[in-house]
């Protein structure tokens, strides 16, 4: 598995805070299946600022580390941008963060209580520029909760869906857990990661919501298209597949060895 989304960098952000805490959760993703981890620290927040070539500077650190301690664990340079005033102007200059520098995808995250006047028209511009910005966890924006069609109309512009795997299982309430499996149901999400934080309460772990999303959807392909395919796919900056056609792929494949079971082939 591919984690898209992760505070792993220490000092950074409100992530860990030491070396140790930082080693603490590589090791724990390791243990649940992860073998790549894209460093998500907080920027443009009016709290933290991280531009690329820090991120970048403490990706090569850490890599460093974890390689001393023999981590099988490959990090990647990345940033989780909030949305602010000239986002797409800070974006394109490097003040902003693109996943694996990219230049193809951003990580845009919105107020929980709003959404900014004038966000359409900045991941406009944004795609305008060929940035496909991937919207983090949507489901636990209360504006999206109450109305899924403002997250579609994004969709619909070309914009990606990013849930965190923690709002799957259930550990962020009812109400974030209920979106998050609707939206899954209506094929607007891309990507689930883990959003961690810290080696405990927030930790870097993929497998149980991997579970439970090829239950929701039925499908173990889909379930690994969300966790694997396509976070390989934006890491690598290319086109990921609809989820859409990839249901229809496997119901054909399925449809196909039923007519190959029923000719005795």
């Not at 909760?145 to 869906?161: F, I, R, T």
């Not at 900056?237 to 449809?255: E, H, N």
Request: proline share 5%; net charge negative.
């Amino acid at each position: 598995m591919i984690d898209l989304h992760c505070h792993i960098l220490c000092n950074m952000d409100d992530g860990p805070d030491c070396m140790e805490e930082t080693v603490a959760m590589a090791m724990r993703a390791v243990d649940d299946g992860i073998h790549v981890i894209v460093a998500t620290p907080h920027t443009l927040n009016g709290v933290y600022e991280n531009p690329f070539d820090r991120v970048v500077r403490a990706v090569r650190q850490t890599q460093e580390i974890l390689n001393q301690n023999k981590i099988p664990l490959k990090l990647a340079p990345g940033g989780e941008n909030h949305f602010c005033t000239g986002l797409s102007e800070k974006i394109l200059n490097g003040h902003g963060c693109f996943v694996n520098g990219n230049g193809r995808y951003a990580l845009v995250e919105f107020p929980f209580h709003t959404l900014p006047v004038g966000y359409r028209e900045a991941l406009f511009a944004l795609s305008m520029q060929n940035v496909v910005p991937i919207i983090v966890h949507p489901e636990r924006s209360i504006p999206f909760q109450q109305d899924l069609e403002l997250l579609a109309e994004l969709v619909a512009m070309g914009c990606l869906v990013q849930l965190t795997a923690m709002s799957v299982t259930g550990e962020f309430g009812k109400r974030t857990m209920r979106c998050a499996h609707e939206l899954l149901k209506q094929n607007l999400a891309h990507v689930i990661a883990s959003d961690a934080h810290s080696s405990e309460n927030r930790a870097p772990v993929l497998s149980a919501a991997m579970e439970a999303v090829a239950d929701i959807l039925k499908s173990n392909v889909l379930a690994k298209a969300l966790f694997s395919d396509n976070p390989r796919r934006i890491m690598e900056g290319r086109d990921i597949a609809p989820l859409a056609r990839i249901t229809s792929d496997v119901r054909r494949m399925s449809f196909s060895r039923k007519i190959k079971t029923f000719l005795g082939e």
